[in-house]
C-alpha cells in the first residue's frame, strides 16, 4: 500500500415508483472511487431480500439480468476497499443477516475498533460469523439490538459499537441511514421523484437526478418507509464532532458537497495556502493526478507560477485483479503515470501531492521526472506530515511504516531525492477548509484520537486461518456461483 484508501461507499433508496436496483447501480457507479475490489445491491419487495454480489468494479459485477433479478420498491448498495478483513467474495457487502428485528441487509463505510470484543460477545449468544469484517459485526450487533423501535435499536449499537460507522440497512420495510455519534464520515439525504435516497457523497445525487436535503447527522438514524420519513438521535448524544479532514484533501470527488462546503474551491484554496507557506523558484506547477491536480491550480494561481498537466495518468491501473508480470512490475510507477518530456525538459519543477505514505511512489515520481528532463524538482504536500495510522477508515498502515514517523522532513526530502520538500501546516490545513479544528479528526497528523484507540489494529484480526478459508471458497463456489441473483440463506457465505 504505497497510497491512502478509503474504506467503502454506502448508498440505500426507497422508491416505489422507481426501479430501485437500476438506481442503486448508478448510485454505486457514482460512488465507484471510494472502493473498487467489490461491490453488491440488496432488494426487497417487502417479503423477502434478495442479494446480488461479487468482486470487481460496479460494472464487472452486473449485467442486465442480475438487475432485472432483483425486483422492489427499497434497496441498499455497496463498494468496497477492505480496511479490516481481506478482499474476498465472502467479505463483499451488503451482509444479509437474519435476527429477533427480522432479515436486514447491511452496508458499512468505516471501521469498528472494537469489533473483536463485540464478536466474542455475539458468538457467545449463538450469533455465527461467515466473514472477517468488522462489517459483520455490527450487522449481527442491528439484527439482534433490543427495543421497540429501530431508534432505541440503534441507540443500543451506538452505546456499543466505538468507532466510525455510517450505515445503510435494508428491511422489508423501508430503509436506514445512521451515523455514528462522532459523524467520522459523510452520510447525505436527497429526494427523488416521490422518494428518497442516501448517499456516502452528494455527486452521487447529481448523476441521479436527486435533490440534495441534507446531511444526516453525527448520532442520527433516518428511517423511510411506507409512513414517510422518521428520525431518531441518539439521547446520549452531545455535540461533539470529528469529521475526518482527509474527505477534504483526499477522498471525496471535488464536485461533491462535505459540510456545505463544495471540495473542488477547498483544494484550490490548500493549494494557495501550501504555496503561502512553502514558495520557492521554478518554471512550472503540476500535480500527481488526479486528486491532486486542483490544489496543485491553486498553488499555481497563488504562485503566479504557471499549471502544466506534465503527468498523464493511467486511470485504469489498480482496478484489475490481472497482474503485471516481474518486468512491468518493476517499471513502478510509469504503470500509472507518464510523464510528458517537452513540458519538463531543463525547466524547474513544483509537483503537489496530497500526501507522501511511506515514499515509495515519491521518490519513483521523483525520478521520472528527472529521466524526463526536469532540472529541479519540488514536492509540495497539501496535508501535514502522517505520523499515526487511523483507526476509523482510512488504510494507511502501522505506525512503523509510516516515513514521517521515523524521518524528519529533510531526511525524507533526501529519500526522496527531490530538491525541496514542504508540507502544509496543520493550522493551514485548517484554514484552508475554513471551519472549526475541533469539529475534525486529525489524529492521523497529530496523534490525537477522538475516543480511545487500540495500540495496533490488525486488518486481518479477525481473518479465518487459511486451511478454513481454502474450505469456505470451495463450498460457496459450489452452492452460490451459478445463481447469484437467487436469495441467498442468511447463513452461506455469500451473505
Not at 449485467?63 to 478482499?87: I, K, N, P, W
Request: charge should be negative; aromatic fraction near 8%; include cysteine.
Amino acid at each position: 500500500m504505497e497510497s491512502l484508501n478509503e474504506a467503502c461507499g454506502v448508498f440505500g433508496v426507497f422508491a416505489p415508483h422507481e426501479d430501485v436496483a437500476r438506481v442503486t447501480f448508478f448510485g454505486l457507479y457514482a460512488l465507484q472511487h471510494r472502493g473498487q475490489e467489490s461491490a453488491g445491491i440488496a432488494t426487497t419487495n417487502g417479503k423477502a431480500i434478495s442479494i446480488h454480489k461479487d468482486m470487481g468494479l460496479v460494472s464487472q459485477v452486473f449485467q442486465e439480468e442480475d438487475l432485472q433479478h432483483l425486483q422492489g420498491f427499497a434497496a441498499v448498495g455497496h463498494t468496497r476497499y477492505s480496511t479490516t478483513g481481506s478482499s474476498r467474495i465472502e467479505n463483499a457487502q451488503p451482509f444479509l443477516i437474519d435476527g429477533p428485528n427480522g432479515e436486514i441487509a447491511l452496508g458499512h463505510n468505516g471501521n469498528i475498533i472494537n469489533a473483536d470484543l463485540l464478536r466474542t460477545e455475539l458468538e457467545a449468544e449463538g450469533r455465527i460469523f461467515e466473514t472477517s469484517t468488522d462489517s459483520e459485526v455490527i450487522a449481527h450487533l442491528v439484527a439482534t439490538a433490543p427495543g421497540r423501535d429501530w431508534g432505541e435499536r440503534m441507540s443500543y449499537v451506538m452505546r456499543r459499537a466505538h468507532g466510525a460507522f455510517c450505515l445503510t440497512i435494508l428491511t422489508n420495510d423501508g430503509v436506514l441511514a445512521v451515523r455514528d455519534p462522532l459523524g467520522i464520515r459523510p452520510l447525505s439525504i436527497a429526494s427523488l421523484d416521490g422518494g428518497f435516497c442516501f448517499a456516502s457523497e452528494t455527486c452521487t445525487f447529481d448523476h441521479l437526478g436527486a435533490h440534495f436535503i441534507r446531511d444526516v447527522e453525527p448520532g442520527e438514524t433516518v428511517l423511510i418507509d411506507a409512513e414517510g420519513i422518521h428520525s431518531y438521535k441518539s439521547k446520549e448524544q452531545d455535540n461533539s464532532q470529528a469529521f475526518c479532514i482527509f474527505e477534504y484533501i483526499y477522498f471525496a470527488r471535488p464536485d461533491s458537497y462535505l459540510r456545505g462546503e463544495r471540495v473542488y474551491p477547498v483544494r484550490m484554496a490548500l493549494g494557495a495556502q501550501l504555496a503561502r507557506e512553502h514558495p520557492v523558484d521554478a518554471d512550472i506547477v503540476t500535480g500527481v493526478p488526479d486528486s491532486a491536480t486542483t490544489a496543485a491550480i491553486g498553488y499555481a494561481r497563488e504562485s503566479g507560477i504557471p499549471f502544466a498537466e506534465a503527468l498523464v495518468k493511467n486511470r485504469y491501473v489498480g482496478r484489475t485483479f490481472i497482474m503485471p508480470d516481474q518486468r512491468i512490475r518493476e517499471q513502478g510507477v510509469r504503470l500509472k503515470y507518464n510523464p510528458l518530456r517537452e513540458l519538463l525538459e531543463d525547466q524547474r519543477v513544483i509537483v503537489v501531492d496530497d500526501t507522501i505514505v511511506r515514499s515509495t511512489t515519491t521518490r519513483q515520481v521523483v525520478k521520472m521526472l528527472r529521466e524526463s528532463g526536469a532540472r529541479e524538482v519540488h514536492m509540495r504536500v497539501t496535508a501535514p506530515p502522517i505520523t499515526h495510522p487511523c483507526f476509523f477508515g482510512i488504510d494507511m498502515g502501522r505506525r512503523w511504516e509510516l516515513i514521517a514517523a521515523q524521518e524528519t522532513v529533510d531526511e525524507i526530502c533526501r529519500d526522496i531525492g527531490a530538491d525541496s520538500l514542504g508540507y502544509l501546516s496543520p493550522q493551514g490545513l485548517v484554514s484552508g477548509v475554513g471551519q472549526s479544528e475541533d469539529s475534525f479528526c486529525m489524529a492521523c497528523f497529530t496523534g490525537k484520537y477522538p475516543m480511545e484507540v487500540p495500540t495496533e489494529l490488525d486488518k486481518l484480526g479477525l481473518e479465518p486461518p487459511a486451511w478454513a478459508r481454502d474450505r469456505h471458497d470451495i463450498e460457496w463456489e459450489s452452492q452460490n456461483r451459478a445463481r447469484p441473483w437467487e436469495i441467498a440463506p442468511a447463513t452461506t457465505p455469500a451473505t
